[in-house]
């Protein structure tokens, strides 16, 4: 069973910014699509950005466009979201995901996802 681990989280003030990694547990793992959502508390888990694996195209919420930038390093298999013009509404949990099929897919939804990290907490402060 491939897993996920996010790193990067951690407490910023407004303005600032946090780099997001994941790394999937096996290098050669057949991704399609990868993806990071977030949950603040109280609230339902939503989308934040996509990548498609062997395009590079990129999926982003409203939110977040302009601020944040997903990549991709097919080599080690790690996704990375960086964040930057943190603004306290950005805190909450982030959430790595993944697909290896392309059948149905839809970045922004929760279940086009088979594979889920624990999550890394972002603290933004005002």
């Known amino acids: 069973q491939v897993q996920l681990v996010e790193s990067g989280g951690g407490l910023v003030q407004a303005g600032g910014s946090l780099r997001l990694s994941c790394a999937a547990s096996?290098?050669?793992?057949?991704?399609?699509?990868m993806g990071w959502f977030r949950q603040a508390p109280g609230k339902e888990r939503e989308f934040v950005s996509a990548?498609?694996?062997?395009?590079?195209?990129?999926y982003y919420a409203d939110s977040v466009k302009g601020r944040f930038t997903i990549s991709r390093d097919n080599a080690r298999n790690t996704v990375v979201l960086q964040m930057n013009s943190l603004k306290p509404e950005d805190t909450a949990v982030y959430y790595c995901?993944?697909?290896?099929?392309?059948?149905?897919?839809?970045?922004?939804?929760?279940?086009?996802?088979?594979?889920w990290g624990q999550g890394t907490q972002v603290t933004v402060s005002s």
């Open positions: 995901a993944g697909r290896n099929s392309v059948i149905g897919y839809s970045a922004p939804r929760p279940s086009s996802y088979d594979y």
């Open positions: 096996e290098r050669t793992f057949n991704w399609r699509f």
């Open positions: 990548i498609s694996w062997s395009t590079g195209y990129t």
